[in-house]
């Protein structure tokens, strides 16, 4: 089994800036992308950015300019600095892995809350 933990979320005023990470740990022979995805209270889980595990990465037009999504190969880690934060920008952030382990597995994590508000 593979496990995904999220953390760093919080409170964040308008215009500031919180950075998310998202350790994987558990048996994987590679991990392919590796992804953010966020859910607003009464909206539809969106995608907000990815990154392949060549390091390509595409971004919601939303966030474009304003996130980075960034992942660290050698820790299982994927990132996302997320700047110039909007009240548009509060949800549920998710960290999603697609995983070689013998079969190819999607897995997500928990969860972690971004609120932004002044």
């Known amino acids: 089994q593979v496990q995904l933990v999220e953390s760093g979320g919080g409170l964040v005023q308008p215009g500031g800036s919180l950075r998310l990470s998202c350790g994987a740990s558990?048996?994987?022979?590679?991990?392919?992308?590796m992804a953010w995805y966020r859910q607003a209270p009464g909206k539809e889980r969106e995608l907000v950015a990815v990154i392949t595990d060549g390091g390509s990465t595409h971004y919601a037009d939303s966030v474009k300019g304003r996130f980075t999504i960034s992942r660290d190969n050698a820790k299982n880690t994927v990132y996302l600095q997320m700047n110039s934060l909007t009240y548009d920008d509060t949800a549920v952030y998710y960290c999603?892995?697609?995983?070689?382990?013998?079969?190819?597995?999607?897995?997500w994590g928990q969860g972690t809350q971004v609120t932004v508000s002044s």
């Open positions: 558990g048996i994987m022979y590679q991990i392919n992308d």
């Open positions: 999603y892995a697609k995983v070689w382990s013998g079969v190819l597995i999607a897995y």
